[in-house]
């Protein structure tokens, strides 16, 4: 049997555990020597295959590999490109074949949310649409936890602990400040159309006026009046008051209430910061003192309170990318399936990427409280699994001691190649 290298590339905002993907996919590659060759890894994602700028993994130990499991961010840079159609753009696909045969790689693995499904969708039509063999599968990953099919993302589970942490340590804060200071802290986590990480926030509250108090999902729609008169309650409830919002809700217009103008590389409305918005409303209609803080990139690269159940999915699904590849199959990508809650079980299926692609998983209503504010307790038993266990990272001279590659180049065949 023809013994083909490997392509593996990051897409998209990173985790805190895409690193223990790539490691699962890289480790797994490497126990085949017979059906895989190299594992090649895109810098900087597509466009490293785009460009030929691709990296020689077996150049890095076992030490080294194993040690991306540990370590957040994307370990061989990552990009937002999204490949036209084929039909849009066939000198992309061209060329990616020409990379792909100057290389000798047949196998195709793309790790990323609902815009690197579509490249990888497109990626493996290659063989039927221009005649060259590839096998492409999707590796999930998303902090927004809104991939279908799989029961969650792996990149969720961290974020989600890091910001219910997180916010129930500024509660803290605020109510011991709340009598003479504070009344009011706003944080604002991401979620551009899915209010997953704001749910999460809910996790930090356990009882009869535990923050937060109040969370605004972009499911919902932002009712101000609503909105101010729950706030004012709390205030006079408790003494203060602790929100959690997306980076995503939208006024009754349908307009986000935080939206630049600008767009970003993916076409994707550029969001401008939410929290100073809510703050300054509270500060007009009501007069209280505000604080508020975005959790921003710090959210999504706090491997060192890294759920253990996202380790383990990140870690499990990259090593079945592998598996359903040597299996000789196409398009498809490995999926979390939930067997039961409590304790939390689960497996791993494969999902069509055509059911996968261009498909976004919202929030459902009965995750929602009645009033649209808070979470539900069938929302609390779907999060509460994703956040379990502690799989901290080594620590030298107090701080986390992360791993970082030498990312040595291939040596370029072909000629320049711009995008």
């Given at each position: 049997m023809t013994v083909k290298n490997a392509f593996y590339a990051q897409s998209g905002g990173v985790t805190a555990v895409i690193n223990a993907s790539a490691a699962g996919v890289i480790e797994t590659a490497r126990q085949h020597p017979d059906r895989i060759g190299k594992v090649y890894a895109g810098r900087n994602g597509i466009i490293g295959?785009?460009?030929?700028?691709?990296?020689?993994?077996?150049?890095?130990?076992?030490?080294?590999?194993?040690?991306?499991?540990?370590?957040?961010?994307?370990?061989?840079?990552?990009?937002?490109?999204?490949?036209?159609?084929?039909?849009?753009?066939?000198?992309?696909?061209?060329?990616?074949?020409?990379?792909?045969?100057?290389?000798?790689?047949?196998?195709?693995?793309?790790?990323?949310?609902?815009?690197?499904?579509?490249?990888?969708?497109?990626?493996?039509?290659l063989a039927e649409k221009m005649g060259y063999p590839i096998q492409a599968i999707h590796v999930p990953k998303t902090v927004d936890n809104d991939l279908p099919i799989t029961d969650c993302c792996p990149g969720f589970g961290s974020v989600a602990k890091y910001v219910a942490t997180s916010i129930r340590e500024a509660g803290f804060d605020v109510a011991s400040m709340g009598a003479t200071s504070t009344k009011v802290f706003i944080l604002e986590v991401m979620g551009r159309h899915a209010g997953w990480i704001t749910a999460a926030c809910g996790l930090a509250s356990e009882g009869e006026g535990q923050p937060p108090h109040i969370l605004l999902f972009p499911e919902v729609q932002f009712d101000q009046v609503k909105f101010l008169a729950r706030v004012d309650e709390c205030v006079k409830t408790y003494g203060y008051c602790v929100i959690g919002v997306s980076e995503g809700i939208k006024n009754s217009d349908g307009k986000f209430l935080s939206e630049t103008g600008l767009t970003d590389a993916f076409g994707h409305a550029q969001l401008g910061g939410v929290a100073p918005t809510i703050a300054k409303l509270v500060k007009d209609e009501l007069g209280y003192k505000y604080h508020w803080a975005v959790a921003d990139y710090l959210q999504r690269a706090a491997r060192h309170i890294a759920s253990k159940v996202d380790v383990e999915q990140a870690y499990a699904l990259g090593q079945a990318a592998v598996n359903i590849a040597l299996e000789g199959k196409n398009s498809v990508m490995p999926a979390i399936r939930r067997l039961q809650d409590a304790p939390y079980q689960w497996d791993i299926i494969e999902a069509p990427l055509k059911d996968v692609a261009n498909v976004e998983k919202f929030m459902p209503r009965e995750f929602i409280s009645e009033d649209g504010l808070h979470i539900t307790e069938a929302c609390r038993r779907y999060l509460s699994p994703l956040i379990q266990g502690e799989d901290y990272p080594p620590f030298k001279n107090g701080l986390p001691d992360y791993v970082r590659l030498q990312n040595l180049a291939v040596e370029r065949k072909l000629p320049e190649f711009k995008i």
């Amino acid at each position: 049997m023809t013994v083909k290298n490997a392509f593996y590339a990051q897409s998209g905002g990173v985790t805190a555990v895409i690193n223990a993907s790539a490691a699962g996919v890289i480790e797994t590659a490497r126990q085949h020597p017979d059906r895989i060759g190299k594992v090649y890894a895109g810098r900087n994602g597509i466009i490293g295959a785009l460009t030929e700028d691709l990296i020689d993994t077996s150049l890095e130990s076992p030490e080294n590999i194993a040690a991306l499991r540990h370590t957040p961010s994307g370990a061989f840079g990552s990009c937002r490109y999204k490949l036209k159609s084929l039909e849009a753009n066939r000198a992309e696909y061209e060329r990616l074949i020409e990379v792909f045969k100057a290389h000798n790689i047949g196998y195709f693995f793309y790790n990323g949310g609902g815009d690197s499904a579509d490249t990888c969708l497109k990626v493996s039509q290659l063989a039927e649409k221009m005649g060259y063999p590839i096998q492409a599968i999707h590796v999930p990953k998303t902090v927004d936890n809104d991939l279908p099919i799989t029961d969650c993302c792996p990149g969720f589970g961290s974020v989600a602990k890091y910001v219910a942490t997180s916010i129930r340590e500024a509660g803290f804060d605020v109510a011991s400040m709340g009598a003479t200071s504070t009344k009011v802290f706003i944080l604002e986590v991401m979620g551009r159309h899915a209010g997953w990480i704001t749910a999460a926030c809910g996790l930090a509250s356990e009882g009869e006026g535990q923050p937060p108090h109040i969370l605004l999902f972009p499911e919902v729609q932002f009712d101000q009046v609503k909105f101010l008169a729950r706030v004012d309650e709390c205030v006079k409830t408790y003494g203060y008051c602790v929100i959690g919002v997306s980076e995503g809700i939208k006024n009754s217009d349908g307009k986000f209430l935080s939206e630049t103008g600008l767009t970003d590389a993916f076409g994707h409305a550029q969001l401008g910061g939410v929290a100073p918005t809510i703050a300054k409303l509270v500060k007009d209609e009501l007069g209280y003192k505000y604080h508020w803080a975005v959790a921003d990139y710090l959210q999504r690269a706090a491997r060192h309170i890294a759920s253990k159940v996202d380790v383990e999915q990140a870690y499990a699904l990259g090593q079945a990318a592998v598996n359903i590849a040597l299996e000789g199959k196409n398009s498809v990508m490995p999926a979390i399936r939930r067997l039961q809650d409590a304790p939390y079980q689960w497996d791993i299926i494969e999902a069509p990427l055509k059911d996968v692609a261009n498909v976004e998983k919202f929030m459902p209503r009965e995750f929602i409280s009645e009033d649209g504010l808070h979470i539900t307790e069938a929302c609390r038993r779907y999060l509460s699994p994703l956040i379990q266990g502690e799989d901290y990272p080594p620590f030298k001279n107090g701080l986390p001691d992360y791993v970082r590659l030498q990312n040595l180049a291939v040596e370029r065949k072909l000629p320049e190649f711009k995008i």
